[in-house]
């Protein structure tokens, strides 16, 4: 029997990038949905987002029951979940864009403004840059396995300040070190956007589909 995913709708995310990118990787039964009742019995969860932490946070919050049916799904049942952009922003305690706005709390940080070094470092960071997994001394079969090196695209003025770095899959390098992926358990997050990064994006999207955490 074929897996549903739910590819979460909450206007706000590259939906059908997003979308498309998934069937270019393999992936069926795709459910692109606002439904808390279809996130609760999904077997894959996929939370894309574009724009502002705030923004975000509040169009998730506000569809009844959403943040309860991934609380449940993800913690409660252990389903696999994806975020990508500020959908992996959301993991974080807080976002500090516009104002302080609570996230999901899932994995301890904060999401900050990028301060460039120099005047010569853009801000936001935008195309295609490195994604450099982090050491291991015991690679396990943890989230960490999903990422690999490679370049990837970016498109974000915001990074995630990770409190843990052992929640620190990989990062990249924009005049400062800044967080590329992020993950524990069956939680991963990436801040480059899989649905336009083509090869290296599509074989990321690949084994997230066939992970079993």
């Given at each position: 029997m074929s897996e549903t995913i739910a590819?979460?709708?909450?206007?706000?995310?590259?939906?059908?990038?997003?979308?498309?990118?998934?069937?270019?990787?393999?992936?069926?039964?795709?459910?692109?949905?606002?439904?808390p009742d279809v996130v609760a019995a999904a077997d894959r969860i996929i939370l894309p987002g574009v724009g502002a932490f705030g923004a975000c946070r509040d169009a998730l919050a506000a569809i009844d029951g959403m943040i309860a049916a991934l609380d449940e799904r993800v913690h409660g049942k252990g389903t696999p979940f994806l975020g990508i952009c500020v959908g992996m922003q959301l993991l974080a305690d807080k976002g500090i864009e516009f104002g302080e706005h609570q996230g999901l709390g899932w994995i301890n940080g904060t999401v900050q403004a990028i301060e460039a070094p120099s005047a010569d470092i853009?801000?936001?960071?935008?195309?295609?840059?490195?994604?450099?997994?982090?050491?291991?001394?015991?690679?396990?079969?943890g989230a960490h396995n999903l990422i690999l090196a490679g370049e990837a695209y970016y498109l974000h003025g915001y990074h995630f300040d990770a409190t843990n770095t052992d929640d620190i899959l990989a990062t990249t390098h924009h005049g400062v070190p800044l967080v590329s992926?992020?993950?524990?358990?069956?939680?991963?997050?990436?801040?480059?956007?899989?649905?336009?990064?083509?090869?290296?994006?599509?074989?990321?999207?690949?084994r997230f589909l066939e992970w079993k955490p």
């Amino acid at each position: 029997m074929s897996e549903t995913i739910a590819l979460i709708d909450f206007g706000a995310g590259n939906l059908r990038s997003v979308h498309n990118a998934l069937i270019a990787a393999g992936a069926s039964g795709i459910a692109v949905t606002n439904d808390p009742d279809v996130v609760a019995a999904a077997d894959r969860i996929i939370l894309p987002g574009v724009g502002a932490f705030g923004a975000c946070r509040d169009a998730l919050a506000a569809i009844d029951g959403m943040i309860a049916a991934l609380d449940e799904r993800v913690h409660g049942k252990g389903t696999p979940f994806l975020g990508i952009c500020v959908g992996m922003q959301l993991l974080a305690d807080k976002g500090i864009e516009f104002g302080e706005h609570q996230g999901l709390g899932w994995i301890n940080g904060t999401v900050q403004a990028i301060e460039a070094p120099s005047a010569d470092i853009k801000i936001p960071h935008m195309g295609w840059n490195d994604v450099t997994p982090t050491p291991r001394s015991d690679p396990g079969e943890g989230a960490h396995n999903l990422i690999l090196a490679g370049e990837a695209y970016y498109l974000h003025g915001y990074h995630f300040d990770a409190t843990n770095t052992d929640d620190i899959l990989a990062t990249t390098h924009h005049g400062v070190p800044l967080v590329s992926a992020v993950g524990r358990d069956n939680i991963v997050g990436v801040q480059f956007h899989p649905e336009k990064s083509q090869a290296y994006g599509l074989s990321f999207l690949k084994r997230f589909l066939e992970w079993k955490p």
